[in-house]
């Protein structure tokens, strides 16, 4: 195989200077990934105030935040399969509509049941989006631009948690009802699955606004990645699961939404229970803590890009930022456990959000592992394992402050799945190679 030249706009458009419309495409997906991330973390905020209006337990309130995720892991292959065959416009645009009015009729329920169900229709809807963002940034970005494409379409995930703390606890303070929250962050969610429509286009050639350089400049770079595809591939999606770094994959991003959902899912009801923070002190750490994810994200794609762009191999920049995240953010979520100062606790629960995110960069391993006509199928394979994660810890954390009355063994759990994504993302993963399937 003949080394990668380096690839540069100049060089492939010649002196006309291409558009930047790729880096629009990801910046309203990291908008609707926030907004994602704005109404799934809404029941979070919103549960101290459900449970005493539907009189439900630890136990019931694990189970309602663990909902959303059953069906959300189902549909993972399945929208990763209607990407690759569809194309990745339609499907982020119907699934950001059906959310919507998931989101949105919630405000309806009148008890802990009916509102279960509105969690497993809004998991059912919401589960394509990452998959055809995976998708997308295998079509749009180039190999030294899918770091920070992936951690924009990824880094939506800590800033809608921190934006939802703020807005859906502002709303419900302002409204006095989280009822009228979840109508009016539903009915923001439609208008955005309409202008997702209205943008986004499968290929850099139907879109009206990139120019001819911009478009050679993606082509480019597509030439390359075909010039590196592996010879004599089978064709049969099962094969990849021959492969260790599919599984690696896998496991790794179940550890680390094993710690990600788990504090998104049960650190407001920690806050509130443990430190005594009323709803809009809940809401102001919350956001510091996952807007401190966010800034991570991007610092991690940028750092990643950067070092390949400059000649760093993909097994070293890979396996070394991840393993320096899940060591940190490890060692953070240990020492949650270990103090009781409230400041304190919202700073290492910060920085354990920091490091953490940086692992949003796993949305590059899909393209990395796969051809572009299997991105969709592996994006998928890989967010089932991580809703996986997202089914089992919202009940565990439950049924373990239930039965506990504390949350010391939910914080070890959480540093044990550290743990687990370290392995998982150092030892197991070959990013150098993709895989003949």
Known sequence: MQPA???TAAAASGTTA???????IFLMMLLLIAIN???????????????????????TQGLLLSAFFWTYAFMQIPGGMLADKYGPRAVIAGATLGWGFFQAIAAACTGWVSLLVTRLGLGAAEAPIYPAGGKLNGIWMTRNERGRGATLLDGGAPLGAALGAILISGLIALLGSWRLAFVIAGLGTVAAGLWAWAYIRNHPREHPDVNDAEARFIEAAHAQDAADAPVGASGRVLDFFRFRSVWGMFFGWMCFN?????????????????HGFDIKQMGGAVFIMFFSGFVGELVGGWIADTWRARGGAQNTVFRTLFGIA???????????SQITDPVLVVVLLSVTLFFLRWCGLFWVIPSLLGTRD?????????????????IGVPIVVGLIVQATGSYFLALMLFAAAGAGLFVCSTLLIDYGRKLPV
């Open 5 to 7: 030249i380096p690839l």
């Open 18 to 24: 291409p558009t930047k419309v790729r880096w629009k």
């Open 37 to 59: 991330y704005i109404d799934r973390a809404s029941l979070s905020v919103a549960m101290p105030l459900i449970a005493e209006e539907f009189d439900i337990g630890p136990a």
């Open 258 to 274: 094993a710690l990600f959902y788990g504090l998104l899912t049960w650190m407001p009801n920690y806050l509130s229970k443990v």
């Open 326 to 336: 899940s060591i940190i953010a490890t060692a953070a979520i240990y020492g949650v």
């Open 374 to 390: 299997r991105v969709g199928f592996l994006g998928g394979t890989m967010n089932l394992g991580g809703n996986v994660a997202g």
